[in-house]
């Protein structure tokens, strides 16, 4: 699935992603970066409001995943999540997930090939630290 | 503030709640209890997305301490959150958020009121117990 491809799918099935006008920036090797525009996601004070935060983070997280299993293989969905706020998002919202090692990834797919179930503990960081989250997803075939 | 007059100022000052339909049923001295229809809020599997649940748990938590200082009276930030995802939520989005007792809220007030900055930590469940969130709120007068 190419970027726009994760971004149409994003928008379909999860609507409130398309209001908060969500995009795919880009994907490789190292990460998967989403963006948002401030003005669908501004608080009571300007800044970038904590849910649309949350939400942004929960996305990345379920796209490295995706991207990974590829998105028609199975379902996955968030466990727990855990967010630290540390200064305010005074712009855009760019949320960085970075693809676990590679060590780490193989034994996450192996149990998912091999008992159709599996989990993995994601971070992502958004405005380089304003925001640090750390969910773990489960993927089920 | 009435329970209209909450509505407004969410929907007015952020606006993702407008697009997420939030709601204010009802407030009195036990809890906060904040609504969204499913249909905005759906995610790929069709039950919640994760991030609108993380967002309408963290207004709840938002609504009691604006009810409690006055939204007028200052800022409120979030500063960490948590959150459990124990069971999908399937139909109408619904949290409560409790009041902290009489004793932690007489603190808090009496600290924000001296030093114009203080801090409470809030839990609300959504769809009885499907989500549990626990989160810290600062308001800065």
Known sequence: MNLQGI???LHREIPITAAMGVRVESYDEKELILT???????????TAFGGSLS??????GYGVIW??????????????SRLRFV??????I???????DAGTLAAFRKR?????RSRLTLSASIGDGAVEFEGTFVAIR
């Open 55 to 60: 939400a942004i983070a929960t996305l990345a």
């Open 36 to 46: 948002a525009p401030l003005e669908p996601n501004h608080n009571h004070l300007g």
């Open 112 to 116: 998912f090939e091999e008992t159709g």
């Open 67 to 80: 991207l990974e299993i590829g998105h028609d293989q199975g379902h996955v969905v968030v466990k727990d």
């Open 7 to 9: 971004e149409s799918y």
């Open 94 to 100: 760019r949320a960085v997930c970075p693809r676990p």
């Open 87 to 92: 200064r305010p998002v005074e712009g855009e």
